[in-house]
Protein backbone atom coordinates (compact mmCIF):
# COMPACT_ATOMS: atom_id res chain seq x y z
CA UNK A 1 0.00 0.00 0.00
CA UNK A 2 1.03 3.58 -0.70
CA UNK A 3 2.15 5.45 2.47
CA UNK A 4 1.97 9.28 3.31
CA UNK A 5 4.08 11.11 5.90
CA UNK A 6 2.60 13.69 8.15
CA UNK A 7 3.63 15.67 10.55
CA UNK A 8 2.25 14.42 14.32
CA UNK A 9 1.10 17.83 15.46
CA UNK A 10 0.04 21.51 14.06
CA UNK A 11 -0.70 24.60 16.13
CA UNK A 12 -2.56 27.57 14.36
CA UNK A 13 -4.13 30.79 15.56
CA UNK A 14 -7.78 31.37 15.05
CA UNK A 15 -8.97 32.96 11.70
CA UNK A 16 -5.47 32.50 10.37
CA UNK A 17 -4.61 30.06 7.39
CA UNK A 18 -3.13 27.10 8.11
CA UNK A 19 -1.37 24.44 5.39
CA UNK A 20 -1.45 20.94 6.45
CA UNK A 21 1.30 19.46 4.66
CA UNK A 22 1.47 15.47 3.04
CA UNK A 23 4.26 13.35 1.47
CA UNK A 24 3.46 10.73 -1.03
CA UNK A 25 6.26 9.99 -2.29
CA UNK A 26 5.47 6.86 -3.64
CA UNK A 27 2.50 7.58 -5.46
CA UNK A 28 1.36 5.73 -8.16
CA UNK A 29 -0.38 7.46 -11.49
CA UNK A 30 -4.10 6.26 -10.39
CA UNK A 31 -3.56 7.18 -6.72
CA UNK A 32 -6.19 9.37 -5.60
CA UNK A 33 -5.56 12.03 -2.79
CA UNK A 34 -8.23 12.41 -0.26
CA UNK A 35 -8.33 13.96 3.25
CA UNK A 36 -10.58 13.16 6.18
CA UNK A 37 -10.56 14.70 9.27
CA UNK A 38 -11.80 13.34 12.76
CA UNK A 39 -13.21 16.29 15.51
CA UNK A 40 -13.11 14.99 18.74
CA UNK A 41 -15.32 12.24 20.16
CA UNK A 42 -16.69 11.49 16.38
CA UNK A 43 -15.97 9.65 13.64
CA UNK A 44 -13.87 11.31 10.53
CA UNK A 45 -15.85 12.84 8.17
CA UNK A 46 -14.55 13.70 4.64
CA UNK A 47 -12.90 16.71 3.68
CA UNK A 48 -11.40 16.89 0.06
CA UNK A 49 -10.13 14.48 -3.03
CA UNK A 50 -7.98 15.07 -5.80
CA UNK A 51 -5.73 13.50 -8.34
CA UNK A 52 -3.89 15.85 -10.08
CA UNK A 53 -5.49 19.42 -10.26
CA UNK A 54 -5.52 21.60 -6.91
CA UNK A 55 -9.31 21.40 -5.25
CA UNK A 56 -11.73 23.78 -3.95
CA UNK A 57 -14.56 23.39 -1.89
CA UNK A 58 -16.73 24.80 0.95
CA UNK A 59 -14.32 23.20 3.71
CA UNK A 60 -10.94 23.55 2.24
CA UNK A 61 -8.46 23.52 -0.84
CA UNK A 62 -5.69 20.74 -1.70
CA UNK A 63 -2.81 22.07 -3.41
CA UNK A 64 -1.15 19.16 -5.30
CA UNK A 65 2.26 19.32 -6.28
CA UNK A 66 3.25 18.96 -10.06
CA UNK A 67 5.04 15.69 -9.30
CA UNK A 68 2.01 14.38 -6.84
CA UNK A 69 4.91 13.28 -4.36
CA UNK A 70 3.23 16.08 -1.87
CA UNK A 71 0.03 17.85 -1.41
CA UNK A 72 -0.92 20.75 1.42
CA UNK A 73 -4.64 20.71 2.55
CA UNK A 74 -5.81 24.65 3.08
CA UNK A 75 -7.90 25.67 5.47
CA UNK A 76 -8.39 29.57 4.64
CA UNK A 77 -9.60 31.02 8.00
CA UNK A 78 -9.22 28.17 11.20
CA UNK A 79 -11.88 28.25 13.75
CA UNK A 80 -12.17 26.67 16.98
CA UNK A 81 -13.56 23.95 15.66
CA UNK A 82 -11.28 23.26 13.05
CA UNK A 83 -9.53 21.68 15.95
CA UNK A 84 -9.18 17.83 14.71
CA UNK A 85 -7.19 15.11 13.39
CA UNK A 86 -6.30 15.20 9.90
CA UNK A 87 -5.66 12.20 7.73
CA UNK A 88 -4.21 12.48 4.21
CA UNK A 89 -5.20 8.85 2.86
CA UNK A 90 -4.05 7.71 -0.93
CA UNK A 91 -7.07 6.10 -2.67
CA UNK A 92 -7.14 3.89 -5.50
CA UNK A 93 -10.06 1.93 -6.85
CA UNK A 94 -9.65 -1.69 -5.45
CA UNK A 95 -7.72 -0.87 -2.27
CA UNK A 96 -9.03 0.09 1.10
CA UNK A 97 -8.04 3.05 2.69
CA UNK A 98 -4.85 3.27 5.27
CA UNK A 99 -5.38 5.44 8.07
CA UNK A 100 -1.78 6.54 9.67
CA UNK A 101 -1.76 8.78 12.48
CA UNK A 102 -2.57 12.17 10.96
CA UNK A 103 -1.92 15.60 11.90
CA UNK A 104 -3.34 16.49 15.12
CA UNK A 105 -4.58 20.64 14.80
CA UNK A 106 -4.51 22.66 17.59
CA UNK A 107 -6.40 25.86 16.83
CA UNK A 108 -5.42 28.77 19.34
CA UNK A 109 -7.74 31.52 20.19
CA UNK B 1 -31.19 11.82 11.97
CA UNK B 2 -26.99 10.37 10.94
CA UNK B 3 -26.71 8.41 8.05
CA UNK B 4 -24.85 5.68 9.84
CA UNK B 5 -25.61 4.50 13.10
CA UNK B 6 -24.12 2.75 15.68
CA UNK B 7 -25.36 1.24 18.58
CA UNK B 8 -24.29 1.13 21.86
CA UNK B 9 -21.99 4.33 21.65
CA UNK B 10 -20.39 3.22 24.64
CA UNK B 11 -20.00 -0.81 26.08
CA UNK B 12 -18.41 -1.97 29.43
CA UNK B 13 -18.03 -5.45 29.15
CA UNK B 14 -16.11 -8.59 30.79
CA UNK B 15 -13.13 -10.62 29.40
CA UNK B 16 -14.89 -14.23 28.06
CA UNK B 17 -18.03 -12.21 26.85
CA UNK B 18 -19.83 -12.33 23.63
CA UNK B 19 -20.95 -9.15 22.41
CA UNK B 20 -22.52 -7.61 19.32
CA UNK B 21 -21.82 -4.00 17.93
CA UNK B 22 -24.48 -2.49 15.39
CA UNK B 23 -24.25 -0.49 12.49
CA UNK B 24 -27.06 0.69 10.65
CA UNK B 25 -27.39 3.39 7.62
CA UNK B 26 -29.40 5.12 5.40
CA UNK B 27 -27.54 5.79 2.48
CA UNK B 28 -28.50 3.49 0.55
CA UNK B 29 -25.03 2.57 0.06
CA UNK B 30 -24.00 -1.35 -0.75
CA UNK B 31 -20.64 -0.95 0.90
CA UNK B 32 -20.01 -1.12 4.44
CA UNK B 33 -16.68 -1.15 6.97
CA UNK B 34 -15.91 -1.91 10.17
CA UNK B 35 -12.56 -0.48 11.81
CA UNK B 36 -11.06 -0.19 14.73
CA UNK B 37 -8.93 2.81 16.70
CA UNK B 38 -6.59 2.66 19.27
CA UNK B 39 -5.48 5.64 21.45
CA UNK B 40 -3.38 8.02 19.29
CA UNK B 41 -3.70 6.05 16.10
CA UNK B 42 -5.10 5.73 13.08
CA UNK B 43 -7.94 3.49 11.90
CA UNK B 44 -7.45 -0.08 10.87
CA UNK B 45 -9.81 -1.92 8.81
CA UNK B 46 -11.43 -5.21 10.22
CA UNK B 47 -14.14 -6.04 7.86
CA UNK B 48 -15.73 -4.76 5.24
CA UNK B 49 -18.93 -6.01 2.62
CA UNK B 50 -19.60 -5.14 -0.66
CA UNK B 51 -23.08 -6.17 -0.33
CA UNK B 52 -25.25 -8.43 1.65
CA UNK B 53 -23.71 -12.03 0.06
CA UNK B 54 -19.90 -10.82 -0.13
CA UNK B 55 -17.94 -9.75 3.46
CA UNK B 56 -14.50 -9.99 3.47
CA UNK B 57 -11.57 -9.90 6.25
CA UNK B 58 -9.52 -6.81 6.80
CA UNK B 59 -6.07 -6.33 8.49
CA UNK B 60 -6.96 -7.20 11.90
CA UNK B 61 -9.97 -9.93 11.95
CA UNK B 62 -8.52 -12.05 14.26
CA UNK B 63 -11.36 -12.29 17.01
CA UNK B 64 -13.98 -10.75 15.44
CA UNK B 65 -17.03 -11.94 13.22
CA UNK B 66 -19.47 -10.11 11.41
CA UNK B 67 -23.09 -10.31 9.70
CA UNK B 68 -24.08 -8.49 6.92
CA UNK B 69 -28.22 -9.00 7.49
CA UNK B 70 -29.17 -6.59 4.60
CA UNK B 71 -28.01 -3.82 2.57
CA UNK B 72 -28.37 -1.43 5.49
CA UNK B 73 -27.08 -3.30 8.06
CA UNK B 74 -23.74 -4.64 9.33
CA UNK B 75 -22.95 -6.48 12.94
CA UNK B 76 -19.69 -7.02 14.35
CA UNK B 77 -19.18 -9.44 16.97
CA UNK B 78 -16.47 -10.09 19.62
CA UNK B 79 -17.36 -13.70 20.40
CA UNK B 80 -14.71 -13.99 23.51
CA UNK B 81 -13.73 -10.29 24.26
CA UNK B 82 -10.36 -10.19 25.54
CA UNK B 83 -8.65 -6.56 27.51
CA UNK B 84 -6.64 -5.80 24.59
CA UNK B 85 -10.08 -5.48 22.36
CA UNK B 86 -10.39 -2.03 24.23
CA UNK B 87 -11.16 0.31 21.34
CA UNK B 88 -12.83 2.65 19.48
CA UNK B 89 -14.87 0.93 16.89
CA UNK B 90 -16.31 2.97 13.66
CA UNK B 91 -18.68 1.57 11.19
CA UNK B 92 -18.75 3.17 7.35
CA UNK B 93 -20.14 3.42 4.56
CA UNK B 94 -19.46 3.96 0.84
CA UNK B 95 -21.22 4.00 -2.41
CA UNK B 96 -18.23 2.39 -4.03
CA UNK B 97 -14.17 1.14 -3.89
CA UNK B 98 -12.39 4.74 -3.25
CA UNK B 99 -15.25 6.45 -3.07
CA UNK B 100 -16.02 8.84 -0.14
CA UNK B 101 -16.74 7.20 3.15
CA UNK B 102 -19.21 8.25 5.37
CA UNK B 103 -18.39 7.08 9.10
CA UNK B 104 -20.65 6.98 12.19
CA UNK B 105 -19.82 8.29 15.38
CA UNK B 106 -18.11 5.05 17.29
CA UNK B 107 -18.99 2.76 19.58
CA UNK B 108 -16.52 3.02 22.38
CA UNK B 109 -15.80 -0.51 24.29
CA UNK B 110 -13.92 -1.57 27.21
CA UNK B 111 -13.19 -5.10 28.15
CA UNK B 112 -12.24 -5.67 31.57
Known amino acids: DAKTTQPNSMESNEEEPVHLPCNHS???????IHWYRQLPSQGPEYVIH???SNVNNRMASLAIAEDRKSSTLILHRATLRDAAVYYC??????????FGPGTRLSVLP | DADVTQTPRNRITKTGKRIMLECSQT?????MYWYRQDPGLGLQLIYY???????NKGEISDGYSVSRQAQAKFSLSLESAIPNQTALYFC???????????FGAGTRLSVL
Open chain 2, 92 to 102: ATSSGFGDIQY
Open chain 1, 26 to 32: TISGTDY
Open chain 1, 50 to 52: GLT
Open chain 1, 89 to 98: ILVYYGQNFV
Open chain 2, 27 to 31: KGHDR
Open chain 2, 49 to 55: SFDVKDI
